[in-house]
């Protein structure tokens, strides 16, 4: 999604702005631009469709520089990608502004400032902002007050850079349903929808909150809150290791997030686990008290994530005994969903700031029962980012410990997101059934996992091979069943997200009432077989589809059985609590698109279209 860096330092900032688009570029963008106030209040702005690159070899053409200065990545919502409709955008010579999110009522707005006067440049709803705020600043004299009153007559999201050239000491943020950081250092003061993007000048940041309006000046950071009122935000040590977000060697950042899975479910447990049972009191205070009561739980998320809490829905059921429903954020958050007492809600995100799920967390807080009391009994995010939206307004939170995820397509973070819902399950089961030892069990398999793991990843050579089947098809099919089913709908999401090849997912019985029409020898298969329950139905459904010419190739452990043999290709995994299976066998099918994806040449780390941190609705 759109990327926001700005700042306003004691040196030039163009390297710094500069630096810190290149550093959100993974983000998915497709058009760049900066503007910098100079010495003599001159404001420069350049933009360009494309790559920051682009915006580089335009600067190299028209040079700007400046001590105060904002900049932009653009992933278009309103207007196509043009020089036009990228950020910032200006008002007059003086006012420059850019904008991640929404203005949901920019049309009225629009014909408003038209009706004044103003003359709009581009299709975007951002520009409303640039005219709003140099009408208020004509009638205030003062950026802040200025912002702030533009603020009041927005609807939507937004999390905006503003800079004035006749105030030019002054940069001013503001964040409403879209994330922004503040950064702190001795040279200067800075603004990051990411502080992945100000790491090479600061590992100090606020995080600004719901509302918040913040003046950066030379002479320090004044942040008011939505009333208006001055309040002080703690200040937050980003801890990670820069080389967390290089690519250490690998050709790809997803290549190099998908062999570091074993470490981030490793880091993920090792603050939750006791010898034989999970640590409730891990899941923060009052964990045990509010779980003890869930008789249960609603799992909301989006995409990948979403696919992480349909796994949750198996393992509640068959290990706590709960009562499950899953849903995707967008269509959650305009249902009226029923919410029974006892209801735990449950969100899932990387990034913590994904707007669709925040927007449904919001929606879940304000629902009331017949007595005016709130519907759900908690909320608890499972999710990437500490100080996250997600985070900080959830009343529990488990982190996983993924690290940075750079690769647009999320890989670490949806095996951590398993392995931390996991431990959800079992502490719910231990709160309603006592520790047990089939709860032993899960827990000696989840200490087991990361070098499980690590030899999955041993299959990336061979996976490559058996990807050269796939990269001239159009279509695929991936078969699971029971809780392997939302694993074949990641293994699709993944290869539709990064190959562009058509994939679909089917719950394998599902096959003869409707897809089975589609199988002939240009249609391969994917199937995920683990050893369980289900494996003779499942490989039923597998002979259904030979019979009809479809190639097979089948991701199982030995005590599955299969054999190789004419269209039908098996890749041998190692064999691990069966449970838990579903993290294990997400791994080949992210090397399956992985290697697909090399082979077409596709742009793996930023596939088109696609964004991370899907910060608009
Ligand atoms: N609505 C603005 C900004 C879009 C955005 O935040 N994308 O992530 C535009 O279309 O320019």
């Not at 199937?527 to 010419?549: D, F, H, T, W, Y």
Request: net charge negative; proline share 4%.
């Amino acid at each position: 999604m759109c990327g926001i860096v700005a700042a306003i330092a004691s040196q030039d900032v163009l390297t710094t702005l500069i630096e810190g688009l290149q550093r959100l570029e993974y983000r998915g963008y497709d058009s760049a631009g900066v503007a910098l106030l100079n010495s003599d209040g001159k404001l420069t702005r350049v933009r360009e469709v494309g790559k920051v690159a682009a915006l580089e070899a335009a600067l190299a053409l028209q040079p700007a520089s400046g001590k105060v200065g904002i900049a932009h990545t653009r992933w278009a919502t309103h207007g196509r990608p043009s020089q036009s409709n990228a950020h910032p955008h200006v008002s007059g010579e003086h006012l420059a502004v850019v904008h991640n999110g929404i203005i949901e009522n920019h049309e009225p707005l629009r014909q408003q400032l038209r009706n004044e006067g103003y003359t709009f440049t581009s299709e975007t709803d951002t520009e409303v902002v640039a005219h709003l705020v140099a009408r208020e600043f004509d009638r205030t004299g003062e950026l802040t007050a200025a912002v702030q009153a533009t603020l009041s007559q927005l609807e939507g999201a937004y999390a905006l850079a503003v800079m004035h050239a006749e105030q030019p000491d002054t940069l001013v943020g503001a964040r409403k349903g879209s994330p922004l950081v503040v950064g702190l250092s001795e040279e200067g003061y800075y603004l990051g929808s990411d502080p992945l993007a100000l790491l090479p000048v600061t590992r100090q940041f606020h995080y600004l909150k719901e509302g918040d309006v913040v003046s950066l000046t030379p002479a320090g950071v004044v942040i008011h809150d939505e009333k208006g009122q001055v309040v002080t935000r703690e200040v937050h040590h980003f801890a990670h290791e820069d080389s967390a977000t290089g690519k250490a060697g690998y050709r790809h950042f997803m290549l190099k997030e998908i062999f570091e899975q074993p470490k981030a479910v490793a880091d993920t447990l090792s603050s939750l686990l006791g010898d034989d049972r999970v640590r409730i009191d891990a899941l923060g205070p009052g964990a045990a008290a509010l779980l003890d009561s869930v008789k249960q739980v609603h799992i909301v998320a989006c995409g990948t994530s979403y696919h992480a809490g349909q796994v949750a829905r198996y393992w509640l059921e068959e290990l706590a005994g709960i009562p499950c429903q899953v849903e995707v954020a967008s269509e959650y958050r305009y249902r009226q969903v029923v919410v029974q007492p006892g209801t735990l809600f449950l969100t899932l995100s990387q990034s913590g700031e994904t707007a669709d799920t925040l927007a449904a967390l919001r929606f879940a807080q304000a629902r009331q029962d017949g007595q005016g009391q709130s519907a759900y009994l908690g909320t608890l995010a499972i999710c990437n980012v500490p100080g996250s939206s997600l985070v900080r307004e959830s009343d529990l939170c488990v982190l996983t410990k993924a690290g940075p995820e750079i690769g647009v397509a999320s890989t670490k973070a949806f095996t951590t997101q398993l392995a931390a819902l996991m431990v959800v399950v079992l502490a719910l089961r231990q709160l309603g059934q006592g520790a047990s030892d089939e709860e032993a069990r899960i827990v000696a398999g989840l200490k087991a996992l990361p070098e499980i793991l690590s030899q999955a990843l041993h299959l990336s050579d061979d996976i490559a091979e058996l990807a050269t089947k796939f990269v001239d098809r159009h279509h695929t099919l991936f078969l699971g069943r029971g809780k392997q089913y939302p694993i074949a709908m990641e293994g699709a999401l993944k290869l539709k997200e990064i190959s562009y090849i058509h994939a679909e997912a089917y719950a394998a019985g599902e096959l003869k009432h409707g897809p089975l029409a589609l199988i002939d020898e240009d249609m391969p298969i994917v199937a995920v077989a683990p050893n369980c329950e289900l494996i003779e139905k499942l490989k039923s459904n597998l002979q259904e589809v030979r019979a009809r010419g479809g190639e097979l190739f089948i991701f199982a452990d030995p005590e599955a059985r299969f054999t190789q043999g004419d269209g039908v290709h098996v890749m041998t995994l190692p064999i691990c609590c069966p449970q838990l299976a579903p993290i294990l066998y997400t791994l080949p099918l992210q090397l399956l698109s992985y290697h697909v994806a090399v082979l077409k040449g596709t742009d793996v780390d930023q596939p088109r279209n696609l964004a991370k941190s899907v910060t608009v609705e």
